[in-house]
């Protein structure tokens, strides 16, 4: 097993761009059983309307109509990797409400699954699909494969995220100073400038001008944005 990581490691570590190394991701899929494999991410900025971005080999047909049809709104898979990190496996039940979107996906090829999320990178969710067109995945096939399939889903998450979340959010490398953070930790408690100036015995222009500071690194409009933003993000 431990060969067998290794290889792999290495596979994944000499990609060159997130194509390459999403397909890479995908042929190791495929030596696990599954034709197909998908990697969704999604940012938890802006709060609105978070960012998502989808890599997969689905058939292109499919593809187009999950995104013109806003599936991932419905998708019970999407809506389980958001609550939980545990694996879950495609059945008739699980797609119970949203029978329609299960049926189109089916006459795709897209008939038997597993799917599992990811949470390590602060603000961001990610979630690797495997699926195939034959055969259902047995209790034996499953116990035999589950060890290698979370450990593709943890280390294709820290892979693809680590490429794609820089030029998603870039303020998620934005180099805050101990200062920065702390008014804005004290800002998102609720505290005005004012507060903040007398509990730090710093002037309230002091005060705002680290505001000012944290909040252009972090591409924030105004303080409440960027104590959000902070916080989403995990430097609070």
């Known amino acids: 097993m431990k ?3 290794e290889i792999q490691l290495h596979a994944l570590q000499t990609s060159d761009s997130e194509h390459q ?3 890479t991701i995908a042929a190791l899929g495929a030596e696990l059983g599954f034709d197909y494999c998908a990697y969704g ?3 938890a900025l802006p709060l609105s309307k978070p960012k998502i971005v989808k ?4 058939p292109s047909a499919w593809q187009a109509q999950y995104q013109a049809k806003n599936y991932c709104a419905v ?6 990797a958001l609550r939980s990190s545990l694996p879950i496996l495609w059945t008739d039940g699980l797609f119970a409400s949203t029978a329609a979107f299960w049926e189109e996906a089916r006459s795709f090829g897209l008939r038997y699954g597993w799917a599992q999320s990811m949470r390590d990178v602060p603000g961001a969710t990610g979630m690797l699909t495997l699926a195939r067109a034959d ?7 499953l116990a035999d494969k589950a060890f290698k399939m979370a450990w593709l889903t943890q280390t294709a998450h820290i892979a693809l995220s680590r490429r794609l979340l820089p030029k998603l959010l870039p303020e998620a490398d934005a180099k805050l100073s101990n200062r920065e953070i702390a008014v804005l930790r004290w800002t998102a408690d609720g505290k005005t400038s004012g507060e903040i100036a007398n509990t730090m015995k710093i002037t309230e ?3 705002n001008f680290h505001i000012s500071n944290a ?6 409009s105004n303080k409440t944005a960027a104590a959000i933003k902070a916080a989403m993000l995990g430097f609070l």
Do not use: I, M
């Open 55 to 58: 890599v997969s080999n689905y």
């Open 205 to 207: 222009r002091t005060v």
């Open 215 to 220: 909040a252009t690194k972090l591409n924030a």
């Open 135 to 141: 055969e259902p995945l047995s209790e034996t096939e």
């Open 3 to 5: 060969a067998w990581q």
């Open 21 to 23: 190394l999403f397909q």
């Open 41 to 43: 991410l999604r940012l």
């Open 75 to 80: 998708d019970p898979t999407v809506k389980h």
